[in-house]
């Protein structure tokens, strides 16, 4: 038995939960404290996501985490939530040129005790996802709103939305599913589009920002409990949270609880509701 066997039965186990029909719930997670009390609550998946560098660092986007961030915060998760999935963001610029690199930047974060590597877009990125699957690294793709390329698509924008463009992640996702992704992360589409994909790949999909019909829910930690207010540098009265966001915190009395409250919610399907979605 290798090393690796019960990460790999973890990973496995839930992506055939998810297949069954068991809802996923995610969060994203970036230190050992949180780690330990998102496994003790029963979070399915943990997300060291590049939103680290908004709510950790304060900046306006994704755009400086590196890949030395991002092994130290997989590190400090693994160490907090040992039984615990745990998905790494690829940072912008550590997958993109060639598969050599990712490949290379990919086992660096499976060293740091991540078990699946995400990275975003489709087209070209689906050959990128089949060279790390056929090299033994699990992926995660994301599609619809991708952080990473903010800029190309004009700020925090719904995609999707028209019937050239949601084809488009249809057939990205398609791709991505067959290229062997374990997962589809669907950010910031039509709840309508994210529900075809559902029920037209065999990859579970999950949602943030995409209507009620994905296989699993994820939400940033910071924004389940109402404290991110925007950029460091902005007021927070500037900041208007995006409609996908829910606090947890506000009907109950501890972090404990708001995140085994986040669990239930999406296990048993209340959240998110249609309120939530595009
Ligand atoms: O980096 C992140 O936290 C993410 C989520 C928004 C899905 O990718």
Redesign the pocket.
């Known amino acids: 038995m290798s090393f690796l066997t019960p990460i790999l039965n973890n990973l496995s186990n839930l992506i055939q939960s998810a297949k069954r029909g068991e809802k996923i719930a995610m969060l994203?997670c970036y230190d050992a404290s949180f780690a330990k009390l998102m496994e003790i609550a029963g979070v399915d998946m943990l997300?060291v996501?590049?939103?680290?560098g908004m709510v950790l660092q304060g900046a306006e986007n994704?755009l400086n985490v590196s890949m030395h961030h991002m092994t130290y915060h997989t590190k400090n998760v693994a160490a907090g939530a040992p039984n615990t999935v745990i998905m790494a963001?690829m940072p912008l610029g550590s997958y993109e040129h060639d598969h050599q690199a990712a490949f290379t930047n990919a086992q660096w974060l499976i060293k740091s005790g991540a078990h699946l590597v995400?990275f975003e877009g489709g087209g070209k990125r689906i050959e990128t996802a089949r060279y790390l699957v056929e090299h033994g690294i699990p992926v995660c793709a994301?599609l619809g709103f991708t952080?990473q390329m903010v800029n190309q698509l004009g700020g925090y924008k719904i995609q999707g939305k028209t019937e050239e463009s949601a084809e488009q992640i249809l057939q990205d996702a398609k791709d991505m599913s067959d290229a062997g992704v374990s997962f589809v992360?669907l950010?910031m589409v039509p709840a309508q589009l994210a529900k075809k994909i559902t029920q037209s790949i065999s990859a579970p999909t999950i949602g943030?920002g995409a209507g009620v019909d994905c296989c699993g829910q994820?939400l940033?930690i910071q924004d389940l409990l109402g404290i991110y207010t925007g950029p460091a540098h902005k007021k927070p009265e500037e900041f208007k949270s995006p409609r996908f966001v829910s606090n947890f915190l506000q009907d109950t009395n501890s972090v404990q609880n708001a995140v085994k409250n986040y669990v239930q919610a999406v296990k048993n399907k209340t959240f998110p509701a249609a309120e939530h979605s595009y």
């Open positions: 994203t997300l996501g590049d939103s680290l994704t963001d995400k994301h952080p992360l950010e943030i994820v940033v």
